[in-house]
């Protein structure tokens, strides 16, 4: 049974971190592209990053420079750290795992920035 179980969200001030946790099982983690996408209220959902199984990354513009990608193949694990977060940043935040025609999904983790 293919799981993504995403953990790590919360609320933080502006300027805060946090770091997401996206622990998979159920598929062979490491042969899949791994990805963040996030929802905000009354938005569609975006790509804020990925990475391959290579372990190249992608980051969407906004949060360039703020947010890191990292995956761990011996954890079935990725991650999503975010630095220098701001009210924008505020969204539900879903794992993606991706490979061919399979497309799994966590069920997401609320971030919300605010003072």
């Known amino acids: 049974q293919v799981q993504l179980v995403e953990s790590g969200g919360g609320l933080v001030q502006p300027g805060g971190s946090l770091r997401l946790s996206c622990a998979a099982s159920?598929?062979?983690?490491?042969?899949?592209?791994m990805r963040w996408y996030r929802q905000a209220p009354g938005a569609e959902r975006e790509l804020v990053a990925d990475i391959t199984t290579a372990s190249s990354t992608y980051y969407t513009g906004p949060v360039k420079g703020r947010f890191t990608i990292s995956r761990d193949n011996a954890k079935n694990t990725v991650y999503l750290q975010m630095n220098s977060l701001k009210p924008e940043d505020t969204a539900v935040y879903y794992c993606?795992?991706?490979?061919?025609?399979?497309?799994?999904w966590g069920q997401g983790t609320q971030v919300t920035v605010s003072s």
């Open positions: 159920g598929f062979t983690f490491s042969r899949y592209v």
């Open positions: 993606n795992a991706r490979k061919s025609t399979d497309d799994y």
